[in-house]
């Protein structure tokens, strides 16, 4: 599940594609061109995905592929099982 990060309330429109910088502010792209659509900095955690929700806010979720800093290896969520 989901966890509400700030709540932007973007309008989402077609043909875009909404993603979040590594220092926290919103962008929208379309056909190589890319438009700042929030300009709120957040300080992003380490094994999080941050994402656009259905509402228009800015999200976040447990990363399911997180690796292991020191040998780069992927290991399956909540395990120490290793991903082939």
Avoid at 6 to 35: A, I, M, N, S
Avoid at 47 to 61: E, P, Q, S, T, V
């Amino acid at each position: 599940m989901a966890e509400l990060v700030k709540k932007l309330g973007l309008p989402r429109q077609k043909g875009f594609l909404y993603f979040v910088e590594e220092d926290g502010t919103v962008w929208k792209h379309q056909g190589g061109k890319k438009t700042q659509v929030s300009k709120t900095k957040i300080a992003r955690e380490e094994g999080y995905l941050y994402f656009i929700d259905l509402n228009g806010d800015l999200a976040k979720k447990a990363n399911p592929q997180q690796r292991d800093p020191k040998t780069n290896k992927l290991y399956k969520p909540g395990t120490n099982v290793e991903i082939d």
